[in-house]
């Protein structure tokens, strides 16, 4: 609704021009009065107004004095701009007209008032309200469209490494840098719950902004990086520490702070974002450390080459009974005692390695453990999904010890039974067909991998030479029947062709299957040379 006050020291005239303006325009102005200028004066600065209509001669304070008062004030809060003005006055004044007139009034009115002259002089304000409103509103639009071309445009910027003095130039106009004040410091922070989840990043960057300000710092930029965590830039430096003391006092234990040196060029918000970044990097390794300033870091951490050698004996361990060499083995691959002056790029490139050299190939080897396991071989498959190393170097540890004690189960279970008794029924009943590992693994649900290594304990033997004998001994029964022609025993047991037929038996056999024939059937005469030819082909 509009705001509306009516200043006249005559109560009659006050509440005839209320009752009128409500009767004409119902629910669209909502009205207060005022007996004279003062009055009025401390109901604008408290509540505001849109229009005013006031009567010229009053006691305390007339019209043209509080006309005055209100355009020297600073506008109340929520104010867009200054109230529209209508004059009444009982007297034919040019001195009060002139005054209208440098005052810019909407209208002039003399009493006694007339209805249509007073809504007429109402409905210029509300038409000239109305393109007030589109005027800020576009203006609003602009301005906050020109505010997410400039924080793109610093996005960018935060990205460079190189710059040309045309660069820097096009830059500093683009992102407004002459508003900058110097010396600046650039912090980036993040928030990590214990689980290790996120802080909202629009969260986030509330609370920062709000508590960077309420210790006192000077704020020239907040915004949020293409990763989702909040970039400040401004001072003075010594206000970064205050506002990580402030979040130890509100127990805001998850939030992280890198902080750059200080800067006074352009390039530096470049050079700034990455010490900062790298700052809050190391976070990851100092647990009880909230924020970390650039300048405090190491200069030279030593350089140490991936071990994947003890890597890969780690993963050969799992499932062997050797679970007390696990922990120690991490604490070597990570470094522990040396931790403080690891690089982080060295924590990241082992946890990689860990993920494809052992978690990765322990679930393609034997296939998915339970949900339990499967949720932390998830979490520890990333850094970033942990506020600490600590906390995932023990989940990392836990997950191992798990995924060894799920081995050694499997192992246990398949060998004493289970699947390779069924694996070995479907070779029994099917080895006629064209048979393969693969078919029978996938039968009894088993990793192509790890069934093979399992067949081979169970059986004693590999699983082709398991299936070479299970045709073989079906050959010689079918052989010992006598009624069949080799060829046709051959395709019987799932063989391609007699000649393949041939070399197997002969290699389990010692003889060929013509010659395993002819010592069953000494002295018979119902087999020909043509069948010896085949045999021997």
């Known amino acids: 609704m509009t705001k509306l006050i009516i200043v006249d020291d005559e109560k009659n005239i006050r509440l005839g021009l209320k009752t009128m303006i409500e009767r004409e325009f119902q629910d669209q102005y909502e009205i207060i009065t005022a007996t004279q200028g003062a009055e009025a004066l401390e109901m604008y600065l408290t509540e505001g107004a849109d ?10 304070m007339d019209g043209i004095t509080l006309i005055e008062r209100i355009s020297a004030e600073t506008l109340p809060s929520g104010q867009s701009g200054r109230p529209l003005i209508i004059i009444l006055s009982g007297y034919e004044d040019f001195e009060y007209a002139k005054a209208a007139i440098h005052y810019q009034a909407m209208d002039y009115l003399l009493k006694p008032i007339r209805r249509d002259e007073l809504f007429g002089a109402l409905s210029k304000c509300t038409e000239q309200l109305a393109k007030r409103s589109e005027v800020v509103e576009q203006l609003a639009i ?30 500093s106009k683009e992102i407004g840098f002459d508003r900058y004040r110097l010396p600046f410091s650039v912090a980036v922070l993040t928030y990590k719950y214990e689980d290790g989840s996120r802080m909202k990043k629009e969260e986030l960057q509330s609370l920062a902004k709000h508590m960077f300000e309420s210790v006192g710092g000077r704020l020239d930029t907040c915004l949020l990086d293409r990763e989702g965590r909040v970039v400040l830039i401004g001072g003075p430096q010594r206000k970064f520490a205050e506002l990580s003391l402030l979040a130890d006092e509100k127990e805001l234990d998850g939030l992280l702070i890198g902080v750059s040196q200080e800067g006074s060029q352009l390039t530096d918000l470049a050079h700034g974002y990455k010490q900062a970044s790298a700052s809050l990097s190391y976070t990851f390794i100092y647990p009880k450390t909230r924020l970390i300033w650039f300048a405090e ?3 030279n951490r030593p350089f140490f080459a991936i071990p994947k050698e003890e890597i890969r004996k780690l993963g050969n361990i799992l499932g062997t009974n050797r679970e007390k060499e696990i922990g120690p083995m991490l604490h070597q691959i990570f470094r522990i005692d040396q931790l403080a002056n690891v690089d982080i790029s060295y924590l990241e490139a082992v946890s990689k390695q860990m993920n494809e050299q052992v978690l990765d190939e322990v679930f393609r080897l034997y296939g998915e453990a339970s949900v339990e ?3 932390l071989y998830r979490k520890v498959g990333d850094l970033s999904n942990f506020r600490h190393f600590h906390d995932y170097f023990r989940s990392l540890e836990q997950l191992l010890f798990n995924l060894d004690a799920y081995i050694k189960e499997i192992r246990s279970a398949h060998s004493e039974h289970g699947d390779m008794r069924e694996a070995v029924a479907y070779i029994e009943n099917n080895y006629h067909r ?3 590992m693969a078919m029978v693994s996938n039968h009894v649900s088993l990793n192509y991998s790890y069934f093979s290594e399992a067949f081979k304990t169970y059986a004693g033997e ?18 010992g029947m006598g009624s069949l022609k080799l060829s046709e025993i051959s395709a019987a047991v799932g063989f391609e062709n007699t000649r393949q037929f041939s070399r197997v038996f002969k290699e389990l056999e010692g003889v060929s299957p013509f010659e395993y024939r002819g010592k069953l059937f000494v002295g018979s005469e119902r087999y020909t040379d043509r069948e010896k030819f085949e045999d021997e082909e």
């Open 434 to 436: 064209a048979l393969n």
């Open 51 to 60: 229009i005013i209509i006031t009567d010229i001669r009053m006691p305390v």
């Open 462 to 479: 590999s699983f082709v030479t398991y299936l070479k004998k299970v045709r073989i001994r079906k050959a010689k029964e079918l052989i």
């Open 142 to 171: 602009t301005e906050t469209y020109r505010l997410q071309v400039q924080i793109a445009r610093l996005q960018e910027l935060l990205q460079q490494r190189d710059f040309t003095e045309k660069d820097t130039e096009a830059w």
């Open 297 to 299: 870091l190491p200069g």
């Open 373 to 375: 396991v499967i949720k």
